[in-house]
């Protein structure tokens, strides 16, 4: 493998763990707390439960390579959908930092993953190629 893949990989798993963490802690906080807060912004109780389920099982599937361009799509909008109900008026530092970041990482594991490559990487032997 080389030291480019070794970076993108890293990269895929730190965004992959960080999306399962942040998703596992809405449910393990109680997922209806989660949801009356997206009530408190203007948005439906039933996204929370959406978003956390994106995160907690798109995390999982990050961290195993599976369906990258796909989860990294979701991962995007769930994060534009943060920045712009909530984190857009406390400014960068201490505000939307964090979401930006996860957007560009997702961005750079949808740019270097390929559709025909992302379903079964064990069975054709393209591991090295999988980010």
Do not use: C
């Not at 399962?20 to 989660?34: D, E, Y």
Request: hydrophobic share 55%; charged share 10%.
């Amino acid at each position: 493998m080389s030291e480019k893949n070794i970076g993108l990989l890293i990269a895929r798993i730190l965004l992959g763990v960080t999306f399962f963490l942040h998703g596992f802690a809405k449910f393990q906080g109680g997922i209806s707390g989660t949801a009356e807060f997206f009530g408190s912004v203007g948005l439906s109780g039933a996204l929370a439960y959406i978003v956390a389920i994106i995160e907690l099982v798109g995390g999982i599937l990050m961290i195993l390579g599976l369906f990258t361009k796909v989860i990294s799509l979701l991962f995007i909008v769930v994060m534009l959908g943060a920045i712009g109900t909530v984190k857009l008026e406390a400014g960068f530092l201490d505000g939307f930092e964090l979401e930006l970041t996860l957007i560009a990482l997702s961005i750079a594991t949808y740019a270097t993953s390929t559709w025909t490559k992302f379903f079964d990487p064990l069975a054709t032997g393209q591991v090295d190629e999988v980010l």
